[in-house]
């Protein structure tokens, strides 16, 4: 890991950052970024919150180690609840349901290593759908 102060209109920034595989991931005013490595852009990939490619479906935006479980199976939970403590590179990172609804898979415990995009909570939202 590696750490770096940046000095910006009067005020110092505190970044830290660790290469994994193709992908630099770091850490800066409590947002966490990644930069792939093989195609040179800035760009913002995820944030303290979970990265979801889909809705209701939270993973792990990094490698890092389960510390805290703050749902069961079938507990109903509101949109920007946190599901899941997260530990990476000596932060944590609290991951939030991006949808109100009810769990529905729960695929870590704590103390569990889990990897970059490991699926680890469900949320079947509680919108209804139109249905003929």
């Not at 005020?11 to 966490?32: P, R």
């Not at 993973?59 to 703050?70: A, D, N, Q, R």
């Not at 991006?98 to 490991?118: A, H, P």
Request: proline share 2%; aromatic share 4%.
């Amino acid at each position: 890991m590696k750490s770096l102060n940046i000095e910006y209109e009067n005020k110092t920034l505190h970044i830290i950052g660790e290469q994994i595989g193709d992908k630099i991931w770091y850490h800066c005013e409590g947002e966490t970024y990644c930069i792939d490595s093989k195609k040179p852009r800035l760009g913002r990939e995820s944030s303290s919150s979970a990265t979801q490619a889909e809705s209701g479906k939270i993973s792990s935006p990094m490698p890092g180690k389960v510390i805290k479980v703050l749902v069961a199976l079938g507990d109903s939970v509101q949109q920007g609840q946190t599901l899941v403590v997260l530990e990476a590179m000596k932060m944590e990172y609290s991951l939030e349901s991006d949808v109100s609804g009810k769990i529905t898979g729960l695929n870590c415990s704590e103390l569990d290593q889990v990897k970059l995009g490991e699926l680890l909570v469900e949320v079947e939202s509680d919108q209804f759908s139109l249905k003929k």
